[in-house]
């Protein structure tokens, strides 16, 4: 679990770096910190 966190704040930290260089792609940083809370916390694993 502790690696999911970091792993999502890496994400952030990168959408963040991002939107400091593009502050037109501001949109991205909602949807990223959604779409990547999703990905790392909620989605079911695959069937191995």
Known sequence: MLLRIVAYLVLLTALAGLIG?????????????ISGAYWLFFRKPPAA
């Open 21 to 33: 260089s593009f502050p037109f792609l501001f949109e991205l940083l909602p949807l990223g910190a």
